[in-house]
């Protein structure tokens, strides 16, 4: 099974600030890496597709970039909204389907 | 508007068994494929169990093959998960969440989640 690690495990900021999640797969897995926010008593929600497709109705400060085993997840200036947990999520071929382990973005 | 909506979760002692559904509305449900996922309190996400959109293909995570079943009933739109030989370490929400294929398998919407307990 395909392996995900994300890094780090937490990570305090400041509004405005620019943040940087990563994620790495065990093995290859082409752009076939989702991201997901999720806050506390929620249900997950998608922002990322296929490695760096924002998902429709998500702002446009989040982006995403990477290929192969390396990915990583942009937040270009943190808003109070965006103070929540991050999940990378494999989807290459056939289940089993891998998230990360989470990152958590807290409020410095 | 998409909707899915888990129920069937509750307390259940270890051994025991559990039957959760998940109504789908909104969407076409037999041209989709389903997940289950779980959460385990202040844990992070685990995908359990996929099955395809005719119901002929189906995965399960390590951790609950042999003791669960994934399925789906057409006509009534829902997705089920049916649950033995439950353990404590099978304590979670449960999320019944769909697969869009034509975002990379990403899972576009999920539903409340439904909390099972497994304790004596």
């Known amino acids: 099974d395909i392996q995900m690690t994300q890094s780090p495990s937490s990570l305090s900021a400041s509004v405005g600030d620019r943040v940087t999640i990563t994620c790495r797969a065990s093995q290859s897995i082409s752009t076939f890496l989702n991201w997901y926010q999720q806050k506390p008593g929620k249900a997950p929600k998608v922002l990322i597709y296929?490695?760096?497709s924002l998902q429709s109705g998500v702002p446009s400060r989040f982006s995403g970039s990477g290929s192969g085993t390396d990915f990583t997840l942009t937040i270009s200036s943190l808003q109070p909204e965006d103070f929540a947990t991050y999940y990378c999520?494999?989807?290459?071929?056939?289940?089993?389907?891998?998230f990360g382990q989470g990152t958590k973005l807290e409020i410095k | 508007e998409v909707h899915l909506v888990e129920s069937g979760g509750g307390l259940v002692q270890p051994g025991g068994s559990l039957r959760l559904s998940c109504a789908a509305s909104g969407f076409t449900f037999s041209n989709y494929e389903m997940n289950w996922v779980r959460q385990a309190p202040g844990k992070g996400l685990e995908w359990v169990a996929y099955i395809s959109s005719s119901g002929n293909t189906r995965y399960y995570a390590d951790s609950v093959k042999g003791r669960f079943t994934i399925s789906t009933d057409n006509a009534k739109n829902s997705l089920y998960l049916q649950m033995n030989s439950l353990r404590a370490e099978d304590t979670a929400v449960y999320y019944c969440a769909r697969i869009d294929y034509s975002r990379g398998w990403c899972v576009d919407y999920w539903g409340q989640g439904t909390l099972v307990t497994v304790s004596s």
């Open positions: 296929g490695a760096s």
């Open positions: 999520q494999q989807s290459y071929t056939t289940p089993p389907y891998t």
